[in-house]
Structures are given as C-alpha cells and as structure tokens.
C-alpha cells in the first residue's frame, strides 16, 4: 500500500528544554506510567504469508515482484538506499540478527553459530563464532576481514567515506581475529546494548574495503554476494531487478529460479495485476477491493470458476460487480442491467480485468511502522508547549485509527508508545503522560497560554498604569473629557463588532459558493502559511494545492468570535498534506483532523503538495506546522530513536541541528535517558529507561502517534510463504509456487 511516510533511506539511516507538562501534567504520572512491566494488551497482528512446508512448495519458476523504482543504490548504508535496497539485498546478503514475528533480533543460524557478549569489564567484548559453511559467492569464506572493511568505513573517523550512518560503529575500539577468521573478537570503548544491529547488512571487503568502491562501485552490482540468491542484472530502462539461485549457498535452497523485481508505480498496480506483468505488489485499497470484488463474482453468483480463476464470470455478474465499484448498491446494481447495452464495452473491460484479478489473494496486516501527527515546535503557536498539549487532547485518535483501519478489517487500537509497537517486547502505553481526549482540558490549556475566542478580533485593550480600567477598579471616577472619549472608544468597538458579524454572514456565502482556504474567515485572503483562491490559483499552472479542490465539502461555518486569538491575531496553523494518488488515507485522517481542531476554534491553512517533494521539501526543511508522516518500528529503539527525538542543537549559522527530529521538539532530560538505555546491557533495565523516554515525549506533544500502518499485499494465490509478513523479515529460500510456473515473466496476463 503507498503510503507517504518517511523514506526508507531515511528510516536507514536512524542508525547513526524540558517540556514537562505544568498544571494538568505532573512529575508522578510521568513516573507512574512507566513503571509497570509490559502492557498485558500488546498482541501484535500476526503475519499473513500462506505459510507452506518447503515440500509443498515446487522446485523452479520466476516470481516477479513489484517495487516502486529500480533502487539509486545497492549500498544500504547511503543516504539514498530505500525500501528497495532492503528487499533487494535481503535476498543477496548476509543479516546477522533479522527481526521475527515479534519484532525480536533472532540469531541467523546461516551465518552464525553463536554471538554473545563475552566480557563486560573493563569494556565490553562481543565473541562472534560464523557458520563453518557460509562463503561468498565467489567461494572465499565469511570472516574477520569482512567484519573489519565495515567498521572502518561506517566508523565515521574516514570522511572519505559517503555513509549515511556510524550509529554503534563509531563505539567500536578495536576488531580482532580469534583462534581463525570465523572468530571475531570486537571490543567497544563504551558499552553498547544494540550490538545486534551491526553488521547487517554484512558487505564483503571488496565493497568496504575502498571509498572508491562502497562510494560508487555498490551503486549498480554486487559482483560478491552471499544469500541464497545472487545478483544476474540492474537495467533501469527496463525497470527489472533480476536475482538467480546461489549456486555456493550453503542453506536451504531457494524454491525459485529466479526472483525479478519490478518497477511499478503504485497507481498502475491494479493493471500489472491485471496484466500478469507482476504476481507480488503492495496495494492500496481501492486496488484491494477490486480483487475483493472479483473472488466475490467470480462464480456469477458467487460461486467457484468453472475453469481457472475467473473463468465463471458472466455478463450479469460482472455487470452487478462494476455497479458496486462504482457506488451503486445492490438494488441498483440489479437496476443496472436493463442499462447493459449501454455499459457493455465498460463492462467488458472490467469482467476481463475482475477475471485476472480472481487470481489473486489480499494479504493484510498491520505494517510495523506507525503515522504520526507531527507538530513543529521550532516557532509560532506551536513553539508552547501548552498549545501542543492541547491539540493533542483534542484529537480522537480511536476515530482516526477507526478510519483507516475498520474499513480493511485490521485491528484499531492507537499506538501508546513512540519506541515499540503492539507485540515488541518492552511495548507499553505511556500515552497516559499527555492524558485522554478532553476538549475542556484542551481549551484550559489554550486560555493558559493566551487563546481565546474572539481574540483575532481586537488587540488587548491598553493595560498601563492609570488606564481607565485600572481607575474603574479604584473605584476612581474618570473625568469628563475621558469618559466622551471612553463611550466614543465603545461606540467604535461597537461598530466593529457588527462589521465583523456582517463580514462573516458574507464569509458563509462565499464558503458555500465553495471558494475558501480551509480554516479562513475571508475568502481569497493570504495569511501566514497559507493561500487563499484566487482567479489565477484556478487557472492551469496556478498555485498548487494551496486551497481546498473546487468541490470539496466546506466545514461547517464557524463563528468569527469563536476563532481563537490572541492580541488581534488568529491562532492559525498550516497543515501539509501529500496530493498523490496513494496518500487518499492521510487526506482522510487530514480531514478528520481539520474538523476536530475548527470545532474548538484553531484554523487551519491546507496546503496539499506532491508526494515526491512532500518529505523532503516541507518535513526534513520544517516548512510546516502539521503535518502526517510515517516511522518504521526498530529491534534498536535506543539507537534509532535518539536522533528521531533528540533535542536540536544550534549550529554555528544560526540554524538548527534537528537530525531526524523534525518536530523541533525535545529535551535534555530525553537525551539523557536514551544515552542510558543504550549504554545499559541488562535488557529489562534498558526498556524501562525507554519507556521512561517515551512518556516524557508524549508530555513534550510533539509527535502524536495516530494508527499503525495498514499493510495490504496482493499474491497469486498459487504463492506460499509470502504476502504481509508484518515485524519478520522474508525467507526469500522458502517463497514459490505450490504449482510450478513457467520460466520468466507471464505471457499476455496468463499463468
């Protein structure tokens, strides 16, 4: 399923002010919610892959897999690696500790008979024993050298080196030889709990040995590999990445000939499917409920096909089936056929296009990594913590999460940690340290720190010594020159207040005629952070998705005085949102958004960009003050969550060093608790710091977990061990057909 959310690249390379609450929160709820052991409600949705024993999967065939573009780079530790790389070198190399079902580090027994910490005092010492059998592809053994290349180049003391990360290398002091080259010593100057996320991936020396090679010879191939398939081309033209069997691999073998990755943007995922150019993808839903769809009538009246997928569709059934894609219930559905004459060529399309699609199962489950609202802090209303505070609060996240993830049948309960998910171990629900939904406690918290309704209107009226409101509390009378003036003021006040009314009863004209900037009180108008509609921003090539699409839904009107302000100033936010065919959910969740912080007063200004700049342009830059964006869940949350959370620092130009948060929110107090956890080599002692650091980022509200990520797979349904796979990593050796397959690619969308 496309879904914007922070590139993979990104996600990568996380391996490298106290804002306690005042009033509604206290220091002992923080300590309170974490110091329970886990949550007894974490279960985490299992996987769904059609598992098989290998002896029920046959030997042979090509699988072709979608992917959204042939990768930059095969290196997994540049800037630019992405989801991409990750699958691809999944399949070619070595990973030490891949997470399982649980989100749990396990020990891959194809590369490793043992690891373990060996010596704590005086340094931490880990013993590394390899698999007497594991061997590159050009039959040199897995050993010592391999493991020294990586942590010279991924060290950071080299700039040479182009690396996106050092996370953990960098506390590395020394790499030896054992007994022989399958024994690797590696001492670390201070301790270091997430070991287990080094040297995976494993890239042999030829790679790392050089800047010349790791910069650019691993871009484009892999001329040494060591998985249970090997690397046979790249050809970006043809967008195909294409695997073949290991011959020297060691372990089980991999059921498939060959594995082709392929590129398909997400929104041609349906007719690849259709077409049978692909038998794996990742999907969105409305790609999901068409293949539903297609098994409901594959049969005419729900039945079995006569011959082959699909084979069993006929006219009326497929007719009925395109009228309830296309909005129509069951009763006009049957209305419909009478209409048949009219529709046939449509109809025909579909029945061909839901007679592929019967060939083809939706596995679901919940992606491990969660969407987020993410509030910038830098500057501006959000830089209050009690703002924060009380947008936060006044959020619904069970009707946020219920959205996206009730529709597709997935479980819907909210993510109540920003460092595990439902089912990692250490996973428990610290959202008690913000506190519930509550609109009264949001509108305190907005009063405290100045905002109220009808604030927009006028400034403060003047408060210094010996003003006329400081004399009527003396009990002074004011004399007869100011008290004319007094009434003038008031007369004026008066009359501005009626042209406010009048201004608005325009305003709800112009909202319903359906021009307006999603939260503005004018029509057209230009505010900080937003753009009003005007006759150019209609016109082709005008101003891009700075305002609501002409025939979008306004809100309901809200009352100029309801607005919330401050000192003649409107609280109003810019909320930015992805315009992609694939990001349909985040608008939803946008939407939901927008309505519950209007109906306590705080506008908000919608700017919709396109996906490709989204992150980079507007999140990584902080050019917004909400948006939606996406992090996958980690084995290593000292280690990647520090950078995601950690305080930003100032830089020598004035600006600011964020590295990944671009919240602009955080602590000394959080830094310091994950520079504890990670340095603490007792596990259970570890994840209770970790908790402790994340109920001090919920306080700090600048990173509101919404829901985790629905994860929406279509498979042949002829594919075993493949599909959802949620926290595991894939065993690309056990993947194949329970029915042999012809070699290569399908022809004319037929098996």
């Not at 690249?9 to 009033?23: D, M, N, P, W």
Request: with cysteine.
């Amino acid at each position: 399923m496309s879904h914007v959310g922070v590139p993979r690249g990104t996600a990568r390379k996380r391996r490298s002010v106290a804002l306690l609450a005042t009033g509604v929160l206290t220091i002992p709820v923080l300590a309170g919610c974490t110091s329970d052991g886990e949550d007894p409600t974490s279960v985490a949705v299992p996987q769904d892959i059609a598992p098989a024993s290998r002896d029920r999967v046959a030997d042979g065939s090509t699988l072709n897999w979608a992917i959204d573009a042939v990768p930059s780079t095969l290196n997994a530790f540049q800037a630019d690696a992405d989801g991409a790389t990750t699958r691809i070198t999944g399949a070619l190399l070595p990973s030490l500790f891949p997470m399982d079902a649980k989100g749990e580090p396990r020990l891959n027994p194809d590369y490793l008979e043992s690891a373990k910490v060996i010596e704590r005092e005086p340094k931490q010492v880990v013993l590394y024993k390899l698999n007497q059998q594991a061997v590159w592809s050009d039959g040199r053994e897995i050993g010592a050298p391999d493991f020294v290349a990586q942590w010279r180049a991924l060290s950071g003391k080299d700039s040479a080196f182009w690396t996106a990360r050092n996370a953990g290398y960098e506390r590395i002091e020394k790499i030896e030889r054992g007994k022989d080259d399958l024994q690797v010593r590696v001492t670390f100057s201070k301790p270091y709990a997430d070991w287990r996320s080094l040297f995976s991936p494993l890239y042999p020396k030829e790679v790392t040995g050089s800047p010349g090679t790791f910069n650019d010879g691993a871009r484009t191939t892999l001329r040494n590999t060591a998985g249970p398939f090997r690397l046979r081309s790249v050809n970006k033209p043809r967008g195909t990445v294409v695997l073949d069997r290991n011959p020297r691999w060691w372990g089980d073998e991999a059921r498939l000939d060959s594995l082709v990755f392929r590129a398909v943007e997400p929104g041609k995922r349906t007719d690849a499917l259709t077409e049978g150019t692909v038998d794996v993808a990742d999907i969105d839903p409305a790609t999901a409920n068409s293949i539903a769809l297609a098994a409901r009538y594959r049969g005419g009246n729900g039945g079995p096909p006569a011959h082959g997928p699909g084979a069993g569709i006929t006219p009326a059934a497929a007719l009925r089936s395109w009228a309830l894609a296309h909005g129509s219930d069951e009763e006009a559905a049957e209305t419909a056929q009478a209409a048949r004459e009219e529709t046939r060529e449509a109809v025909a399309v579909y029945a061909a296009e839901q007679k592929a699609l019967s060939g083809f199962a939706v596995r679901k489950s919940l992606e491990p990594s969660y969407t987020q609202l993410a509030l910038n802090g830098e500057s501006g209303p959000l830089s209050d913590d009690r703002v924060r505070r009380a947008i936060a609060r006044t959020l619904d996240r069970q009707e946020l999460a219920d959205a996206v993830l009730k529709p597709l049948g997935l479980p819907a309960k909210p993510p109540g940690s920003h460092l595990a998910l439902a089912g990692q171990p250490g996973y428990k629900d610290g959202s008690g340290a913000l506190g519930e939904q509550d609109t009264k406690e949001a509108q305190a918290l907005l009063a405290d720190a100045g905002w109220t309704p009808g604030g927009a209107l006028r400034s403060t009226r003047d408060t210094k010594a010996g003003s006329e409101a400081e004399k009527k509390e003396e009990g002074e009378k004011p004399a007869a020159g100011e008290k004319a003036a007094d009434e003038d003021k008031d007369e004026k006040a008066d009359k501005k207040d009626e042209k406010a009314e009048d201004t608005e009863k325009d305003d709800k004209a112009s909202r319903e005629e359906g021009e307006y900037t999603v939260g503005d009180d004018k029509p057209g108008s230009r505010s900080s952070g937003g753009s009003g509609v005007t006759a150019q921003d209609k016109q082709p090539g005008g101003a891009a998705g700075a305002y609501a699409p002409a025939g979008t839904a306004a809100p309901a009107p809200v009352a100029v005085k309801s607005r919330l302000g401050k000192d003649g100033k409107p609280l109003s936010l810019r909320f930015v949102l992805p315009s992609g065919p694939g990001s349909q959910s985040l608008r939803t969740v946008g939407e939901k958004i927008v309505a519950m912080l209007d109906s306590i007063g705080i506008s908000t200004q919608v700017t919709k960009v396109a996906d490709d700049s989204y992150f980079k342009d507007h999140i990584a830059s902080g050019d917004y003050d909400l948006a939606l964006y996406s992090w996958p869940a980690t084995a290593y949350p000292a280690t990647d969550g520090r950078p995601i959370f950690a305080k930003p620092e100032p830089a020598t130009d004035g600006s600011l060093l964020v590295a990944q948060n671009y919240t602009r929110v955080g602590s000394d107090h959080i830094d310091q608790l994950f520079d504890r956890a990670v340095a603490e080599l007792d596990a259970d002692a570890s994840r209770d710091l970790l908790k402790q650091a994340d109920a001090r980022i919920w306080a700090a509200a600048g990173s509101i977990p919404l829901y985790q990520r629905p994860q929406l797979v279509a498979v042949d349904k002829k594919l075993a061990n493949i599909g959802a796979f949620g926290f595991a990593a894939p065993r690309y050796q056990d993947i194949g057909f329970t029915a042999r397959q012809a070699a290569g690619p399908p022809a004319n969308g037929k098996k």
